[in-house]
């Protein structure tokens, strides 16, 4: 019997172990740590394997040898020094071959390159708020935007209450406390998009803080940069030795044509990507914590006021239709004026709502 039972849970693990990572709703690793810490972690999970197939097939083999019998007696033991010696001494060999890579492991994220790219990371209730200070764009309520290869430091902390931000293919998080910075380090082997999460319990509506970790090719992130109407410094990308010159703009010239309502069409295609899932598909909201905006006096009332709303975001208590709602909204700033000018015009034009189109100058003018 126990060797049926060794033999079956071997064949498992060592089918188990052959599978890819994503055939068994795991992580597929994104940097270098992540393939460390996977590494340590897998030999904790051998180790233990060992020691628990181990245990189990002693614990049944002394069962079943020495049950008791009817007339028996039993042996006394007072002692075996060789096998205390042995159950101590193979712990320890065990626990120093655990003791060695998680060593090694620490070291190496301790001991961080020089930077690509530094980020600031900012947990509000309940979104992340990306800073690129060496670009000259921030982004709130939006994924992380990165170019694959290259070194990214990130500085982590809190505007409001303690939040964790995780990315599980990067390998590790990091808490977000408000009045202190936690730094970090990584870079992203190739080009892909990870999930992540707030892995701190931070108020309500915790479960919606998630983020992603968008890598691109470096050609494309410069692209998505510019886009922002940002920057790449002189020292970006420059060779060892190599003296940096002047920032190289990346932002165009804004276009002095004048700005036109958009099409309700896009409007909608805006909404459905970034409101919807609070405010509904149908613009109904959720009871208690999204107010409508089907009817709603916001999107009936004043354009400024809306607007403002949108880029700025709104939290505490209020009342909408007679009810009251005590959700958050966090700030749709990284939108284009034109994204916002067209998600506007769709609320204020859809559900029955009176309220009017509103223009990208109008958006600009509040920015």
């Known amino acids: 019997m126990p060797r049926n039972l060794v033999a079956g849970v071997s064949a498992l693990a060592a089918m188990l172990a052959a599978l890819p990572a994503h055939a068994v709703g795991g992580v597929v690793n994104a940097t270098p740590i992540a393939d460390r810490v996977d590494g340590v972690y897998n030999l904790i999970f051998w180790f233990t394997t060992v020691i628990f197939i181990g245990v189990w097939v002693a614990m049944a083999f002394v069962l079943v040898k020495f049950r008791a019998r009817e007339g028996g007696k039993a042996q006394q033991i007072h002692g075996n020094t060789a096998l205390e010696i042995i159950w101590t001494v193979i712990p320890a060999i065990i626990l120093i071959a655990i003791a060695i890579p998680t060593y090694k492991t620490m070291k190496y994220v301790e001991n961080a390159p020089k930077p690509d790219l530094t980020i600031q990371v900012v947990g509000h209730q309940w979104f992340w708020e990306y800073k ?87 050609a494309e992130w410069q692209a998505w940069i510019k886009e922002k109407g940002g920057v790449i410094p002189a020292t970006y990308n420059l060779a060892e030795g190599e003296k940096p010159t002047e920032k190289i703009p990346l932002a165009e010239a ?29 613009g109904e909201g959720m009871p208690g914590v999204f107010p409508p905006l089907a009817g709603g006096e916001i999107p009936n009332g004043d354009a400024t006021e809306h607007i403002k709303t949108v880029l700025k975001g709104k939290s505490g208590p209020i009342t909408v239709l007679g009810k009251q709602y005590n959700g958050a909204m966090p700030p749709f700033s990284q939108l284009s004026d034109e994204e916002i000018a067209a998600v506007i015009t769709y609320e204020r034009t859809t559900w029955g709502n009176k309220g009017g189109a509103v223009t990208p100058d109008q958006v600009k003018a509040l920015r």
């Open 132 to 218: 690129y200070p060496d670009n000259k764009v921030a982004v709130s309520n939006a994924d992380l935007v990165i170019p694959a290869n290259k070194v990214v430091k990130v500085l982590v902390s809190s505007a409001d209450v303690v939040h964790n931000w995780g990315v599980s293919a990067l390998g590790f998080s990091l808490d977000a406390i408000p009045g202190h910075i936690n730094e970090g380090w990584f870079y992203v082997k190739e080009p892909g998009e990870h999930e992540g999460f707030c892995r701190q319990l931070c108020g309500t509506l915790h479960a919606k803080m998630t983020t992603k970790v968008i890598a691109l090719p470096d």
């Open 254 to 282: 804004p276009s002095q044509a004048p700005s036109v309502a958009p099409k309700k069409a896009d409007g909608a295609a805006v909404y459905q990507a970034n409101c919807a899932s609070c405010h509904q598909a149908n």
